[in-house]
């Protein structure tokens, strides 16, 4: 069953009820402020660091279902309730949330009142604008109250949550008019604040949690609202909180505005202060003074909504399907945006607590918004390659706001170093900006020893080449791709990570998957020194990748498909010799993406070996057969319920790796299969089951052997985003970026006609047509650019043009 629709033409999707199977959730914020918001208007708020930043409390484990957020209380007579449902969950007489890109409006009524929240981000300030307007749709006069509620945090998010005995001690705020400052820890180490503010006059406030709410209450019926009085508290250490109270007074017909701003300020060391203990409210002035009036917050409005037009112009598909389009035109690429900026850090199912950006992660997410944020793209990488150490290993993430490696999970994941290759060459690709190879490059943000970006990849190229097994595969380290495939962890005792227990090496345990990401990303680093004159270098990294395809074809093959890995005792993983975990998708993908075996059929029986063994209705199954029985040799895999994230989970993420894998092989009738049974929107019909958002992928859909088989799980913060819209716009549509230009290689399934995609590339707008008249899956007859045939389907790089029109048959 549905629980709304899609609105194409606001790029919006509309849930006509509050009780959704989870939270579905919007994320607002483009540069440094960001905040998470549910259909109900649960969800928090930070500053570029969720963990250390945090403006607002958000409880994760709690019940009911998300738990905190910016609530706004309205008081009509003995009845109280929110637009948003919850916290009071009173019934409502109409409910609508309409997620955006970047915005969240949630509307509801209740006895002939209306009241709409629009909460968004500008593009430009550190704050979230939440504007209430209250209109009265009787025909008598209305007297109501309108309270305000957010819970502030204590800034280091995991210090607040567990540190009490301190906390509860050191909360302040100060009020001024009608404007909350929250200030804790900023007479010590700090020197910025929380700024919670409304541009009407108040009847009163409140900062005390325990005032607003009562000592045994809870949000649904806080003793300030029940009384429709507030009490002008003052929060001394405790619990301190932000609560604006209006009186409303509406005639019949009429409607009233209410702008609320929550921000986050900043002052010099030297200026912190313009009274002893009264903080300096200049730049909350500043902010605040820019969003005062309707016009003012129409305009900042506008602005994000140009914004992201312009964003996604960059890259349109127009098909028979207006399925792929939805997909393709906005919600894919909104939530590659989405990744690009919280990597896996911030979500409701990642606390932001524990996680920062990912070194792999960050590096993967790349290949999905380079196109669109190219400039940045540039920053990202050259923050990644600063993390790196000298020979070539990697931090596994680093932090946002300090942006210097997280030595909380550590290193040793053996992939990392050729995921930097992997995004360098993509954004070269994109921009053509070989310049990035000289720019100079911390090791582990130590900028005394700082190299060229390219030393960076040559590093990362000789760590994998230097670091081999008795196969002489790659080996895996703490891990590779699958952080839960732990070869040389050996954990027996409850508590132990996994991910940072045990040695992280180990001189047998090996990698397939590894060694399929060497031949792929090796040949592409190979082209990339062919591109900047490094011709010996390039002649020796191609010695390298053949010797590592001989490898895989002697040892990593098994018969039917690619053996997934080799453990600590030399024994295979992912092989028939297995009693449990026979085939694993992972080395199916990357090395037939790699082109090992399609020479000589291996890749087209790894494949099939896919669709006969992993294949089900709602996506590929990481393994099969799931583990049953804890395997200390093989770590957190097997610690899973069969069907459950890695053992036997549908992990979305790797998915699009068949898709690509399929292309490569000329099945564009297989390819979009694979694509479509994990697209969720084409799941929206069977939400009840896929309960996830059917707007954006989550990370995992519950496997065949799981009791909730096609329950999604972890949605927002995956992979998935970027590897999908990599396999959809460059692998099945096949418009790829080059280092010599566009090159159009479709693969398609043969049913479909043909389609349009209007593109931007190194500052030329491509209109490209791709004609399929003949009903073939892959091959590219004709190429005309301008009306002019041309050889081939590279279309070189244009510099006195800004429109290119290219007509493609296939045939």
């Known amino acids: 069953m549905k629980f709304g629709h899609f609105d194409d033409a606001n790029k919006e999707y509309v849930i006509s009820t509050p009780r959704t199977p989870l939270p579905w959730i919007n994320y607002l914020g483009s540069q440094d402020f960001f905040s998470l918001i549910s259909n109900t208007a649960g969800g928090y708020s930070f500053y570029k660091d969720a ?34 449902w919850q916290p009071t969950q009173t019934e409502l007489d109409s409910y609508s949330c309409r997620h ?81 400052y929250h ?18 006059d108040i009847a009163g406030f409140d900062t005390s949690r325990e005032a607003f709410i009562g000592l045994y209450n809870g949000f649904a019926n806080p003793e300030a609202v029940l009384a429709g009085e507030s009490r002008n508290s ?46 300096n409210k200049k730049p909350a002035n500043e902010l605040l003074a820019k969003y005062q009036t309707d016009e003012q917050v129409d305009q900042a409005f506008q602005e994000l909504k140009d914004y992201w037009s312009r964003l996604l112009s960059t890259y349109t598909v127009h098909t028979d399907d207006e399925k792929l389009n939805r997909l393709v035109n906005i919600w894919n690429q909104y939530q590659c945006m989405v990744t690009f900026n919280m990597s896996r850090s911030a979500s409701y199912f990642e606390s932001g607590l524990g996680r920062g950006m990912g070194f792999r992660d960050s590096c993967q ?102 670091h081999r097994g008795p196969h002489s595969l790659p080996l895996i380290g703490r891990a ?68 590592m395809e001989t490898a895989i074809e002697d040892a990593g ?15 295979a993983v992912g092989s028939h010799t297995c009693e449990e975990g026979q085939i694993y998708i992972e080395p199916q993908g990357m090395c037939v993406m790699a082109g090992v075996g399609v020479d000589d059929g291996k890749a087209e029986t790894a494949l099939k070996s896919v669709e006969q063994k992993l294949e089900t209705k709602y996506g590929i199954v990481l393994l099969q057969p799931a583990y049953t029985k804890y395997h200390v040799e093989l770590g957190e895999i097997s610690s899973y319920p069969p069907g459950y994230k890695e053992n036997a989970g549908i992990f979305c993420h790797n998915n699009p790796w068949i898709a690509c894998a399929e292309t490569v092989l000329g099945h564009g009738n297989r390819a979009f299969e694979v694509f479509r049974k994990t697209c969720p929107i084409y799941l929206e019909d069977i939400s009840e089951i896929h309960r996830t958002e059917p707007y954006v992928y989550c990370q995992m859909v519950a496997g065949i052997d799981a009791p909730t088989f096609g329950e999604g799980k972890n949605s927002w913060l995956t992979g998935t985003a970027a590897w999908t819209f990599t396999a959809m716009s460059q692998y099945i549509l096949g418009v790829q970026p080059t280092f010599h230009g566009l090159k159009i290689d479709p693969c398609i399934p043969d049913t479909m006609k043909g389609y349009t995609i209007d593109r931007t590339f190194r500052g030329v707008r491509y209109h490209i047509t791709v004609d399929n008249s003949a009903h ?23 510099q006195d043009k800004t429109d290119v029109n290219v007509v493609v048959t296939l045939g």
């Open 480 to 547: 590779d791709w699958n952080d839960c495939l732990n070869l040389n962890c050996f954990s027996e005792e409850p508590g132990e990570s996994f991910q940072t227990f045990g040695p992280s090496e180990g001189p047998v345990a090996e990698s397939v998957f590894i060694a399929g990401m060497y031949v792929k990303y090796g040949t592409e680093y190979a082209e990339l020194c062919d591109q900047t004159g490094l011709d010996e270098e390039a002649a020796e990294v191609r010695r390298n990748v053949k010797e």
């Open 557 to 571: 093959w098994d018969g039917s498909w690619f053996v997934r890995a080799y453990d600590a005792y030399g024994k």
């Open 234 to 279: 003052i929060a001394h250490g405790w619990q301190p909180v932000g609560s604006h109270h209006l009186k409303v007074d509406l005639a019949p017909g009429a409607s009233e505005s209410f702008i609320f701003v929550l921000g986050y300020c900043e002052n010099p060391k030297d200026q912190k202060f313009e009274a002893p203990n009264v903080i």
């Open 365 to 466: 997410d790349l290949l999905g918004f380079v196109h669109l944020i190219p400039e940045r793209a540039r920053e990202r990488i050259i923050d990644i390659a600063n993390t790196q150490f000298e020979d070539g290993s990697t931090y596994h993430q680093y932090q946002p706001l300090t942006k210097k490696g997280n030595a909380d999970i550590g290193g040793g994941f053996n992939d990392d170093p050729l995921w930097l290759i992997a995004a360098v060459c993509a954004y070269i690709r994109e921009t053509g900006d070989f310049s990035i190879l000289d720019e100079k490059c911390a090791f582990d943000c130590d900028f005394s020893r700082a190299v060229p970006l390219i030393e960076h990849l040559r590093r990362s190229f000789r760590f994998t080449s230097t």
């Open 51 to 84: 963990k250390l930043l945090r403006l607002t409390r958000y409880r994760y484990n709690n019940c009911p279902l998300d738990n905190g957020g910016r609530y706004y209380y309205i008081k009509d007579g003995d009845t109280i309730w929110n637009p948003g």
């Open 100 to 180: 955006g890109l970047g915005y969240t409006i949630i509307t509801g009524s209740k006895n002939q009142i209306e009241a709409t929240l629009q909460a968004f981000v500008p593009i430009h300030d550190n704050c979230e604008i939440n504007r209430i307007i209250l209109t009265n749709n009787s025909s008598s006069q209305q007297h109501l109250d309108l309270f305000s509620f957010v819970e502030f945090c204590l800034w280091n998010a995991q210090d607040d949550a567990s540190n009490f005995q301190r906390n509860f001690s050191t909360g302040e705020v100060e009020v001024l008019g009608n404007t909350i």
């Open 183 to 200: 200030k804790t820890e900023y007479r010590e180490r700090r020197n910025h604040y929380a700024v919670y503010s409304v541009n009407r």
């Open 776 to 798: 073939v899956q892959k091959g590219v007859k004709s190429m005309t650019i301008d009306g002019s045939p041309v050889e081939g389907n590279v279309i070189p790089p244009v």
